[in-house]
């Protein structure tokens, strides 16, 4: 798929992310990192900044930097990456003591690192992590409006019947563990809350909706909204990359048809928004001042990309491969900082349009450059 051309520059990016992750693995060995303060990791399982639960240990991204970890345990085979990994795991089974700090995306958390584990080494203490997170993930399903439901009770207001597209991407963990124990239950509940979001959050043109609001009784849409985007009824780019690739993650674990074209309207609809430097907005729909853009977008939807690539006949996979190399190549060109000088690779993420800042590093921007830099080497950890 790739010319002689595209290889090397992969070689050269595959070898800025070995010498940058050695250093930084021994640097953050202690640490779970969401952002940087004056270019060094933060550190999420001792940082409570709100004093809410979910903002400090619990914090929904902190499974990101054990992903990572593995990732490089798998490309490098060195033990030190394995070894970080199982500290980062070993300190969010704080998180299962709170309680109250989790929510829908348990998915996020546990898959990168306790999932990742078991499948790896057998670690039967990883394989329990996983299945109780599971079972937290299957507890929120709604029976009425066949969703599960998103976040906690939040100041906003009656948040009962909300969920979100980012879901579909915390779902795997639950078709995992019907792989792993037989129980169809997990299975079912993943695939009813994928069926209920290809229904109520794909619209016709290929976008997608970042929250919709059911009637938790009775089932039902009663609204949507805008959610991290610009306003409702925009495009918030990353809400795109999570339908995008969650669907593949959903027709990847079932074979259902249905969600891989579900994934590929999407990608096109993606795809024909991409602008011509290949960096992507924080909504499709945002106005053209002020330009705010969101990295992470680009990193998540080139790893749909290539799954896509991979599931569809010969003639197909270019369009996608092509549209994920020319966001990554942009992404090393311009927005990655391979010095010394930021623990962070991918520098311009945003976490909403309306958000205070914007334009820094999240990590889950750089875990997901680095999983689509490694698909496109093949023989890749699917930590999903």
Known sequence: MLQDKDKAWLDEVIGKITEKMDWVSEKTRNKIPYTTIDGTFDDRSIDNPTGDEADGICWWTNGFWGGMMWLMHHETGLDKYKEIAQISEDKLDLCFEQFYGLHHDVGFMWLPTSVANYRVTGNPESRKRALHAANLLAGRFNLAGGFIRAWNDLEEGDTRGWAIIDCMLNIPLLYWASQETGDPRFKQIAMKHADTAMDAFVRPDGSVHHIVEFDPFEGGVVKTYGGQGYEQGSSWTRGQTWGLYGFMMSYIHTGKDEYLQTAKRIAHYFMANVPDSGIIPVDFRQPAEPRREDDTAAAIAACGLLEIAKAVGPYEKDVYVKAALRMLKALDASRSDWSRGTDAILQNGTGAYHSKTHHHAIIYG???????????????????
């Not at 750089?366 to 999903?384: P, Q, T």
Request: aromatic share 32%; proline share 0%.
């Open 366 to 384: 750089d875990y997901y450059f680095m999983e689509a830099i490694f698909k496109l080497k093949g023989n890749d950890l699917y930590l999903w």
